[in-house]
């Protein structure tokens, strides 16, 4: 099993940057491909991003290309996503995963672990 921690939510204003953060403990981290998703009021959980086990691979959604970018280090046992040029519609609770499958998902339900959450939010 794995825990995992997201932080580095809060407040900017549009344009702005910001960089999330998930902490994990328990097995080896570089046994997990590791994704980020959001959810806004009302709306279904949506895919950010995701990377491989050994960080070589990353993807990304549409909405963000170009914007945020994941990276992951393995030594840390953490996975950041680097989120700039933020825009109003980028507000939500923002979630990072983990699974061990042998290939990367961009849907929820095949991920096996779950962080709380950290909110973000951006101003207009």
């Known amino acids: 099993q794995v825990q995992l921690v997201e932080s580095g939510g809060g407040l900017v204003q549009t344009g702005g940057s910001l960089r999330l953060s998930c902490a994990a403990s328990?097995?080896?981290?570089?046994?997990?491909?590791m994704g980020w998703f959001r959810q806004a009021p009302g709306k279904e959980r949506e895919f950010v991003a995701a990377?491989?086990?050994?960080?070589?691979?990353?993807y990304y959604a549409d909405s963000v290309k170009g914007r945020f970018t994941i990276y992951k280090d393995n030594a840390k046992k953490t996975v950041y996503l680097q989120m700039n040029s933020l825009k109003p519609e980028d507000t939500a609770i923002y979630y990072c995963?983990?699974?061990?499958?042998?290939?990367?998902?961009?849907?929820?339900?095949?991920?096996?672990?779950w962080g709380q959450g950290t909110q973000v939010t951006v101003s207009s």
């Open positions: 328990g097995r080896a981290f570089s046994d997990y491909n």
């Open positions: 995963a983990a699974d061990r499958a042998p290939v990367v998902f961009s849907t929820a339900a095949q991920y096996d672990y």
């Open positions: 990377i491989t086990k050994t960080g070589g691979v990353t």
